[in-house]
């Protein structure tokens, strides 16, 4: 069997002004790098304004497990099945983090006959966007520690600087360093540390800007340190948001990719969800919805991490109203949340997949709290069974009051996806969403997290100790209540507990600390035992990536 890097290496590619005539882009608003990518000229984008919106299409999926689901392939083959059935579509997707690639999880660029491409490229360097956002995170670190060095006239407090560096690998070494070691030639030594790049909040406001003023301006209000009276002192008194936003400033651009089958998909920004909002930028996303009549994108993880926070962060900053979402499951998944051991998810097991089923039935109930119709997309695997594909289709239909469409666009692209986009079509075209989020700007943060801990995860009550209770209250006095909450946990599990599978319902989640990202526009908050810089497994995917004969190897 091909691997999904043969499968994309031996596809042969549109040039990429053919990929954009698709969507009457003009040759003169790309910006080339190399023949299959480019960038869209802001210009264009700028003339596209006045034109409609087309219809948002949410992909998201049940909670991930180590027998994968294949949200990201999904809506690959959505996009190219839509395409088939002579829809004017787009797909939206986040760009990948080197630390998954080398790492643990792997890309971000769909698989089999599902992908977008150049799958390599796409992977690995792109077109530097992540790049640019580790130099403006790590420039303003260095200007933080250069305007203490000569003289520190905001009277910073060196214990109270709350910016960290950042890098686009996994590296458990770097969560705790001390830096400015060496005398006093290099400073004043303190306590420091990295987030991987796709934590930093320069990477939040990257993906919610609208514009480049919008990037400076929110560049500007993040706040990285406080001075000895314990006022926030932001990037705008460092003087760095300027060069920031000129680092900035090229990666802005979405980029223009295609899939395998020559269909257009704006691939930019990438937040984790786990541990930031988890949403491709807010440039591509509009400028989609001005291109195309369907604009099919994704949000990290499961539907109680991605879809929430593209819900209750992303369209409330941004106004967007989604038409549909597709909720992505496995039958191997869910037998896995049933409590079927991982090296036998390919024997049939209809009491696992019976056991597991709550898990997707809690994400679909999620998800209509926000008023948006649901499909279910089964990504089919050929050790599924007929009776496991339908036991599925029976029971959501029955007891959980949807569809749900057996696909296999992984073996077979848009054609085996084309079921799935008609009835997409006709939950967009059928006008039933009343999109709403999940809780007011007015709410208290307090209560905002209880309220999604109780609605979404299943939780009795959040619980905190003194002190981050009284960070909640400071937070509050000082005219941040109004800002909606960015949920930092594990996504493995509704609860806090990765090993908490299926659907547990009366936990306590543990509320561990708070980051305010004043830029972004959110409060972070972290659950149970979660890091914002992961660490590489026993056997990293590093070890077996190569070139061999010119070309990658081993990437997946």
């Not at 909606?484 to 319902?505: E, H, M, N, Q, W």
Request: charged share 20%; with cysteine.
């Amino acid at each position: 069997m091909k691997s999904d890097l043969d499968i994309a290496l031996d596809a042969r590619l549109e040039p990429i002004r053919a990929v954009a005539a698709k969507l009457d882009i003009p040759e003169a608003a790309l910006h080339p790098y190399g023949r299959s990518i480019a960038k869209l000229e802001f210009d264009f984008i700028e003339g596209l304004r006045d034109k409609p919106d087309g219809k948002l299409i949410l992909v998201t999926a049940i909670n991930p497990t180590p027998a994968g689901e294949g949200k990201t392939t999904t809506t690959i083959g959505l996009g190219d099945a839509l395409a088939l059935l002579g829809k004017r579509a787009i797909i939206c997707l986040r760009e990948p983090s080197l630390g998954p690639v080398f790492g643990r999880k792997g890309g971000a660029t769909g698989g089999g006959h599902a992908q977008v491409a150049p799958m390599d490229e796409i992977n690995l360097h792109f077109t530097g966007d992540f790049h640019a956002i580790t130099a403006a995170n790590n420039l303003l670190a260095a200007m933080i520690d250069n305007h203490i060095y000569w003289g520190n006239s905001l009277d910073i407090d060196p214990r109270r600087i709350v910016w960290r560096r950042a890098l686009d690998v996994n590296d458990r070494a770097l969560r705790n360093t001390v830096v400015s070691l060496g005398g006093v030639a290099n400073g004043f030594p303190r306590e420091d540390g990295f987030d991987i790049t796709v934590a930093s909040e320069v990477m939040a406001v990257f993906c919610l800007a609208r514009d480049l003023d919008d990037l400076e301006a929110r560049l500007g209000k993040m706040i990285v340190a406080y001075d000895k009276a314990r006022r926030p002192v932001t990037a705008a008194d460092i003087k760095a948001s300027g060069a920031m936003t000129v680092l900035l400033k090229d990666a802005l651009r979405p980029n223009l990719v295609q899939t395998l089958e020559g269909n257009p998909a704006l691939v930019h920004g990438g937040p984790f969800a786990n541990i930031a909002h988890g949403c491709n930028s807010l440039v591509a996303t509009r400028t989609g919805l001005k291109l195309a009549d369907y604009v099919v994108t994704e949000a990290g993880f499961g539907a109680d991490l991605g879809a929430e926070k593209f819900f209750d962060i992303k369209c409330r900053a941004a106004g967007l109203e989604p038409a549909a979402c597709v909720i992505v499951a496995t039958v191997r998944a869910l037998k896995f949340n049933g409590g079927a051991d991982k090296s036998a998810l390919g024997v049939e097991n209809l009491a696992a997949l019976a056991a597991g089923l709550p898990n997707l039935e809690r994400h679909i109930a999620n998800v209509g709290k926000f008023g948006v119709p649901v499909v279910v997309a089964v990504n089919r695997f050929d050790t599924d069974t007929p009776a496991e594909l339908a036991l599925i289709s029976a029971t959501v239909r029955e007891k959980f009051g949807v569809e749900a469409v057996v696909c296999d666009h992984w073996a077979r692209g848009g054609q085996g996806a084309q079921d799935l986009a008609r009835r997409v079509v006709a939950l967009a075209d059928g006008g039933a969403a009343r999109f709403r989020p999940l809780y007011d700007d007015s709410m208290p943060l307090w209560d905002k997290v209880r309220t999604i801990a109780t609605q979404i995860y299943g939780a009795s009550d959040i619980a905190a100790d003194a002190a981050i209770r009284q960070q909640f209250q400071q937070l509050q006095e000082a005219g941040y209540g109004a800002l909606p909450v960015c949920i930092a946990k594990t996504p493995y599990s509704f609860s806090a507990d990765p090993g908490l599978l299926g659907a547990p319902s009366g936990h306590i989640a543990p509320v561990r600390g708070l980051r305010l990202r004043a830029g972004a526009g959110f409060v972070v908050v972290l659950l149970g035992d979660i890091l914002t810089m992961p660490g590489l497994p026993r056997a990293p995917a590093a070890e077996q990536i190569r070139v061999s004969g010119g070309r990658v190897a081993g990437l997946f």
